[in-house]
């Protein structure tokens, strides 16, 4: 059980143009989705918090308009990378929580999007 | 000094062999800890999740948090070649589920068969 698919799984784009990442809660219904990034040998650093229905909190330094955040299901959130450039280039990945009595406490994370933006 | 310090190795050890793994941490607001393993090129996936101090044990795994001294670890006995993974860290001062994880670099473990 609790499953997170992402889709793509990698993808490569030409610099100044959009790239629409995927996050599926394939056998629960997320409270609560999470956006993060992680740049080679570094850290997972949280890029943005949304909840189904509302609007996305974004993290300090995170572009809002540039990533734009769609919750539209407590089964589906997308991370849209507008107007990508060279150092968008970033592996995404997202997760999913459950709130609420009798939940576990945890988040459950998607295999990840490599993305290349040439 | 950055909140969350995890030596990132890499760190080889022979197949059977006691892996001890740590991080130590600069906020004492920190009450959640949770160590993940990470494949390459893949998620997070949790393994320890421990509220404030002590141990916890399942499996080969024992988690270990002292607040007292900021620093946790993670023990894996009887270490395999599928425990070949990155070792993240993460804390924070609410659930696990409420995001706001602040995670550390990872350590990469490799085990020899």
């Known amino acids: 059980g609790a499953v997170v698919s992402q889709h793509p799984s990698w993808v490569i784009c030409k610099s100044g143009t959009s790239v629409k990442i995927e996050c599926r809660s394939l056998?629960?219904?997320?409270?609560?989705m999470f956006w993060y990034r992680q740049f080679p040998k570094q850290s997972l650093m949280l890029m943005a918090t949304s909840n189904e229905g509302s609007k996305a909190t974004y993290e300090q330094g995170v572009e809002k308009d540039k990533f734009l955040i769609n919750h539209a299901s407590l089964t589906l959130s997308t991370l849209t990378v507008t107007s990508a450039h060279p150092e968008d280039s970033s592996f995404y990945i997202c997760s999913a929580s459950v709130m609420g009595q009798g939940a576990t406490d945890t988040q459950y994370f998607g295999p990840g999007t490599r993305l290349t933006v040439l | 000094q950055k909140e969350v310090e995890q030596d990132p190795g890499p760190l080889s050890v022979p197949e059977g062999a006691i892996v001890s793994l740590n991080c130590t941490y600069s906020n004492s607001a920190f009450q959640y800890f949770m160590w993940y393993r990470q494949y390459s090129r893949k998620g997070p996936e949790l393994l320890m999740y421990t509220y404030s101090s002590g141990n916890k044990e399942d499996g080969r795994f024992t988690a270990q948090v002292d607040k007292s001294s900021k620093y946790i670890s993670l023990f894996i006995r009887d270490s395999q070649p599928s425990d070949s993974a990155t070792y993240l860290c993460a804390m924070t001062p609410y659930g696990g589920s409420q995001g706001n994880l602040i995670f550390g670099k990872g350590t990469k473990l490799s085990v020899k068969p």
């Open positions: 056998d629960f219904q997320a409270t609560t």
